[in-house]
């Protein structure tokens, strides 16, 4: 069914729209089941969507299989890899087991098998693709012999999803638009195609045949979750699955729920919840004050009003919260009673929430009206739901707007919010909003569908030749930031205000140089899709690779902007939140326009004319403080580089210094403001656990560098999305360190809505430190006309 965006106005009218999902909580031992008839073995294709819940070794779950224990061919996710798998007699007949690792539980991911044995070439025997791209990466790589019968379609076995014949292993999450295809090998252009605009896969109706033992299930019959859609009546008969589990969480409609990667640091050490019922349900599992927070977050640009609910299964140790750095803690209700249905309204942009119990809300509260708050905070926060619990015996579900039924009743209640959107028990105040994709897409309205429009990583081989073209950044850049890989070497930054050929280093503090006078040049030229290399080994050495970061401010249009003390020479990119400036020092207290028309959050400055560090401004540090790009020097105060003034919409501000204002010199800066679903600038505490800190962005991240503000002996690290294409993401530089590239074993990975580290590296995970960061995006979380981004 459509579902209206803002003023009654669908923002997906277009799109193809999945209306329901299974949800499958392996607590339960669920199962849908059917013995097929023998037919066709060789060829059928397998395609699913499908929402991870729990992770992890204790995961070993079969979510598309057929056979018994020993004997078996199945698809499933084991130590959160992927793998398509048929084992008899004690040995592998095929084996695709993915290097990537499946770790992202905020998104769905589409998967496809497609088999045929009957082809030539052995690697086309069997073909695996995730979000519509085919897997090529491995680490158990075994084709089934020529016509090779699988056990699939074979009578004596029993089709199962979830659960293979004598074995404990249930699949945990939601699945979605499962389709079979009994005797075609089919490509993924037949189940999804790349969203025009922001290159995301989304999925289309499939059109095609079925063959005889081929199902469609679409979950859309509460009552009969195992029906077959497809025409063939190849129905499933479900086990320990209720119709309290359709859900209108989909891949086209994606809600929030709570996030078992956000471990919040508050309450007690790095928290610990078992989460269950798709991740709705946590419990806790000691006597600490442990707390988990949600997948999507409350922002002033996007979701800023907000409304949830949670029910109180036992105990009466359990407090239903919000949580944000903003804020410095959490806000906590102290009602959730058992049997409690806990109602929380949140207005980050007033600063005011409101807590209610069962229909009713404190002290005569009335969110509609913004009147009588049960609290209040820092007006424009970022803030996100969570859920703190003190041991094993104290449990909550929540509810989004995707289950009324959470609290045991089986009749869902259907209150919406003023947009029409969820499923609640009690209706939600008057303005505030379910958290889903397409609350999100409508209220965010995010200005940037394609992150790879501004900002794009470019990986290159040398080859030593003059006029060498490196092309494939999408746009002509305006900054190019390269790097080798393969050996050591200075990091150039080259942009277009200067010139082409002017370089300055970020691991030094040398000043510019111009080597257009030079036999041997770097970049010689900015183009429509990248840029054009000189002979210098530096860039261009025939034996090494490199890496190059690319963003896009005005063509290389520059206008002289007198917002500041300090006329300065500006390029700028207001939708980008991008800006290029350069100036002359004065040796005194001064302002310099930066043409953004908002305050920036991140500033990089550069004394030119001559050998001074690279001082760096990041909102989160106040503006007495300072790092520095070329250093591994922890936070500096010092009230002169900044002159103890805040960036405005207009203008930053500098003191009496050398290092960004020196008297007669030439100085550069780089500005970048923060846009919401492209660019994201913050900090967190690191946990120094391989279990490490969450942190939301609203994106699905391309580029992330971290700082540890706390330690003087540690590197700023950059890893991105194009170095490592999948989860983990290990390929690791250093913008202070002319040293070759290096994998951090697990370092990070990048999700649907932001990163998780995952090593105890100092650098971005020191215990008790505070990490800074700036981050740039693949894709929002969810585009302007309302397509969700898969999981990564």
Same mark, same amino acid.
């Given at each position: 069914m459509?579902?209206?965006?803002?003023g009654?106005?669908?923002v997906? $009218? !277009?799109?193809?729209?999945?209306d329901n999902?299974?949800?499958f909580?392996?607590?339960?031992?669920?199962?849908?089941?059917r013995?097929?008839?023998?037919?066709?073995?060789?060829t059928?294709?397998?395609?699913?969507?499908?929402?991870?819940? #729990?992770?992890?070794?204790?995961?070993?779950?079969?979510?598309f299989g057929?056979g018994?224990?020993?004997?078996?061919?199945?698809?499933n996710?084991?130590?959160?890899t992927?793998?398509f798998?048929?084992?008899?007699?004690?040995?592998?007949?095929?084996n695709?087991?993915?290097?990537?690792?499946?770790?992202?539980?905020?998104?769905?991911?589409?998967?496809? +098998?497609?088999? $045929?044995?009957?082809q030539?070439?052995?690697?086309?025997?069997?073909?695996?693709?995730?979000n519509?791209i085919?897997e090529t990466?491995?680490?158990?790589?075994?084709y089934p012999?020529?016509?090779?019968?699988?056990?699939?379609?074979?009578?004596? &076995?029993?089709n199962i +999803?979830?659960?293979?014949?004598?074995?404990?292993?249930?699949?945990?999450?939601?699945?979605?638009?499962?389709?079979?295809i009994?005797g075609q090998a089919?490509?993924?252009t037949?189940?999804?195609e790349f969203d025009?605009?922001?290159g995301?896969?989304?999925?289309?109706?499939?059109?095609?045949?079925?063959?005889?033992?081929g199902?469609y299930?679409?979950?859309?019959?509460?009552?009969?979750?195992?029906?077959?859609?497809?025409?063939?009546?190849?129905?499933?008969?479900?086990?320990?699955?209720a119709?309290?589990?359709q859900?209108?969480?989909t891949p086209?409609?994606n809600?929030?729920?709570?996030?078992?990667?956000d471990r919040?640091?508050?309450?007690g050490?790095?928290?610990?919840?078992?989460?269950?019922?798709?991740?709705l349900?946590?419990?806790?599992?000691?006597?600490e004050?442990?707390?988990?927070?949600?997948t999507?977050a409350?922002?002033?640009?996007?979701?800023s009003?907000?409304?949830?609910?949670?029910?109180?299964?036992?105990?009466?140790? &359990?407090?239903?919260?919000f949580?944000?750095?903003?804020?410095n803690?959490?806000?906590?209700?102290?009602?959730?009673?058992?049997?409690?249905i806990?109602m929380i309204?949140v $207005?980050?942009?007033?600063g005011?929430?409101w807590?209610?119990?069962?229909?009713t809300?404190?002290?005569?509260?009335?969110?509609?009206?913004?009147?009588?708050?049960?609290?209040?905070?820092t007006?424009?926060s970022?803030?996100?739901?969570?859920?703190?619990?003190y041991d094993?015996?104290r449990s909550q579900?929540?509810?989004?707007?995707q289950d009324s039924t959470?609290?045991?009743?089986?009749?869902?209640?259907?209150?919406?919010d003023?947009?029409?959107?969820?499923?609640?028990?009690?209706?939600?105040p008057t303005?505030?909003?379910?958290?889903?994709s397409?609350n999100?897409?409508?209220?965010?309205s995010?200005?940037i569908?394609d992150?790879?429009?501004?900002?794009?990583?470019?990986?290159y081989?040398?080859?030593g030749? $003059?006029n060498h073209?490196i092309?494939?950044?999408?746009?002509?850049?305006?900054?190019?930031?390269?790097?080798?890989?393969s050996?050591?070497?200075?990091?150039?930054?080259?942009d !277009? #205000?200067r010139?082409a050929?002017?370089?300055?280093?970020?691991?030094?503090t040398?000043a510019e140089?111009?080597?257009?006078?030079?036999?041997?040049?770097? +970049?010689?030229?900015?183009?429509?899709?990248?840029?054009?290399?000189?002979?210098?080994n530096?860039?261009?050495?025939?034996s090494?690779t490199?890496?190059?970061w690319?963003w896009l401010?005005n063509?290389g249009?520059?206008?002289?902007?007198?917002d500041?003390?300090?006329?300065s020479?500006?390029?700028?990119?207001?939708?980008?939140?991008f800006s290029?400036v350069t100036?002359?020092g004065?040796?005194a207290?001064?302002?310099?326009?930066?043409?953004?028309?908002?305050?920036?959050?991140? +500033?990089?400055?550069?004394c030119?004319s001559?050998?001074?560090?690279?001082?760096?401004y990041?909102?989160?540090?106040?503006?007495t403080?300072?790092?520095?790009?070329?250093?591994?020097?922890?936070?500096a105060? #010092?009230?002169?580089?900044?002159?103890?003034?805040?960036p405005? &919409?207009?203008?930053?501000?500098?003191?009496a210094?050398?290092?960004?204002?020196?008297?007669?010199?030439?100085q550069?800066?780089y500005?970048?403001?923060?846009i919401?679903?492209?660019s994201?600038f913050?900090?967190?505490t690191?946990?120094?656990?391989?279990?490490?800190?969450f942190?939301?962005?609203g994106?699905r991240p391309?580029?992330?560098?971290?700082?540890n503000?706390n330690?003087?002996?540690?590197?700023w690290?950059?890893?991105?999305?194009?170095?490592n294409?999948f989860n983990?993401?290990?390929a690791?530089?250093?913008p202070?360190n002319?040293?070759a590239?290096?994998?951090? &074993?697990?370092g990070s990975?990048?999700?649907?809505?932001g990163?998780?580290?995952?090593?105890?590296?100092?650098g971005?995970?020191?215990?008790?430190n505070?990490?800074?960061?700036?981050?740039?995006?693949?894709?929002?979380?969810?585009?302007s006309?309302g397509?969700?981004?898969?999981?990564?």
């Amino acid at each position: 069914m459509p579902f209206a965006g803002v003023g009654g106005t669908s923002v997906r $009218d !277009s799109q193809y729209l999945i209306d329901n999902s299974l949800r499958f909580n392996d607590d339960d031992s669920p199962s849908l089941t059917r013995t097929p008839s023998t037919s066709n073995r060789k060829t059928f294709t397998i395609s699913l969507w499908v929402k991870r819940g #729990n992770l992890g070794a204790s995961s070993e779950f079969k979510f598309f299989g057929t056979g018994t224990s020993g004997t078996e061919s199945a698809l499933n996710f084991i130590n959160d890899t992927l793998r398509f798998y048929q084992y008899t007699g004690g040995g592998f007949d095929l084996n695709l087991t993915t290097n990537r690792l499946f770790r992202d539980t905020s998104a769905f991911y589409h998967i496809q +098998i497609s088999v $045929d044995t009957s082809q030539a070439t052995s690697s086309n025997r069997l073909k695996l693709y995730v979000n519509g791209i085919q897997e090529t990466s491995f680490s158990s790589e075994t084709y089934p012999s020529l016509n090779f019968d699988t056990l699939f379609n074979y009578s004596s &076995s029993t089709n199962i +999803i979830s659960n293979m014949g004598g074995q404990s292993v249930y699949f945990d999450g939601y699945m979605a638009e499962v389709h079979f295809i009994d005797g075609q090998a089919l490509s993924p252009t037949d189940f999804g195609e790349f969203d025009e605009d922001s290159g995301i896969w989304k999925p289309i109706r499939y059109s095609g045949s079925y063959g005889t033992n081929g199902f469609y299930l679409d979950f859309e019959n509460s009552g009969s979750l195992g029906a077959d859609q497809s025409g063939n009546g190849n129905n499933f008969t479900p086990t320990n699955l209720a119709s309290t589990d359709q859900m209108i969480d989909t891949p086209t409609r994606n809600f929030c729920t709570m996030n078992p990667l956000d471990r919040l640091n508050i309450g007690g050490a790095n928290s610990e919840q078992v989460t269950s019922e798709g991740n709705l349900k946590s419990t806790g599992t000691s006597s600490e004050g442990r707390s988990i927070g949600s997948t999507f977050a409350i922002t002033p640009n996007g979701i800023s009003k907000a409304y949830a609910e949670w029910y109180s299964v036992s105990g009466s140790s &359990s407090k239903d919260l919000f949580y944000s750095n903003n804020i410095n803690g959490y806000i906590a209700n102290d009602d959730a009673t058992a049997g409690n249905i806990v109602m929380i309204a949140v $207005d980050c942009v007033a600063g005011k929430y409101w807590f209610g119990n069962n229909g009713t809300w404190d002290a005569s509260g009335d969110p509609a009206n913004g009147t009588n708050p049960t609290g209040t905070f820092t007006a424009n926060s970022e803030v996100q739901f969570g859920h703190r619990c003190y041991d094993s015996s104290r449990s909550q579900v929540v509810n989004f707007g995707q289950d009324s039924t959470f609290a045991g009743n089986t009749t869902r209640q259907n209150n919406t919010d003023s947009n029409g959107e969820g499923d609640f028990y009690y209706a939600p105040p008057t303005g505030f909003l379910s958290l889903n994709s397409l609350n999100l897409s409508t209220q965010a309205s995010p200005t940037i569908d394609d992150g790879s429009q501004y900002f794009n990583t470019v990986l290159y081989s040398g080859n030593g030749t $003059d006029n060498h073209a490196i092309t494939g950044a999408g746009f002509q850049p305006d900054l190019v930031w390269a790097k080798m890989r393969s050996a050591a070497e200075w990091h150039f930054w080259v942009d !277009s #205000n200067r010139g082409a050929n002017k370089a300055v280093w970020s691991n030094a503090t040398n000043a510019e140089y111009d080597y257009s006078g030079d036999v041997a040049q770097i +970049i010689k030229s900015f183009d429509s899709d990248g840029f054009t290399l000189g002979t210098s080994n530096a860039v261009n050495n025939p034996s090494q690779t490199f890496a190059s970061w690319n963003w896009l401010a005005n063509g290389g249009t520059t206008s002289s902007n007198t917002d500041g003390t300090i006329t300065s020479t500006v390029q700028a990119n207001p939708t980008a939140g991008f800006s290029i400036v350069t100036y002359t020092g004065t040796q005194a207290n001064a302002t310099v326009g930066h043409g953004l028309g908002v305050a920036p959050k991140f +500033i990089i400055t550069k004394c030119r004319s001559a050998s001074n560090g690279w001082p760096v401004y990041h909102y989160s540090l106040s503006a007495t403080d300072f790092v520095r790009l070329n250093q591994t020097s922890a936070t500096a105060t #010092n009230s002169v580089v900044w002159n103890n003034t805040e960036p405005t &919409s207009t203008v930053f501000s500098i003191g009496a210094n050398d290092e960004n204002n020196k008297s007669g010199a030439d100085q550069l800066a780089y500005c970048f403001a923060e846009i919401e679903g492209y660019s994201k600038f913050g900090s967190y505490t690191g946990n120094g656990s391989t279990d490490g800190t969450f942190v939301y962005t609203g994106f699905r991240p391309a580029f992330v560098i971290w700082k540890n503000t706390n330690n003087g002996s540690t590197n700023w690290v950059m890893r991105d999305n194009t170095r490592n294409t999948f989860n983990p993401v290990e390929a690791s530089l250093e913008p202070n360190n002319s040293s070759a590239e290096y994998n951090k &074993s697990n370092g990070s990975d990048f999700l649907s809505n932001g990163f998780k580290i995952r090593n105890v590296d100092t650098g971005t995970n020191g215990s008790g430190n505070t990490i800074i960061y700036m981050a740039f995006a693949e894709s929002p979380f969810v585009t302007s006309t309302g397509i969700p981004v898969v999981a990564r």
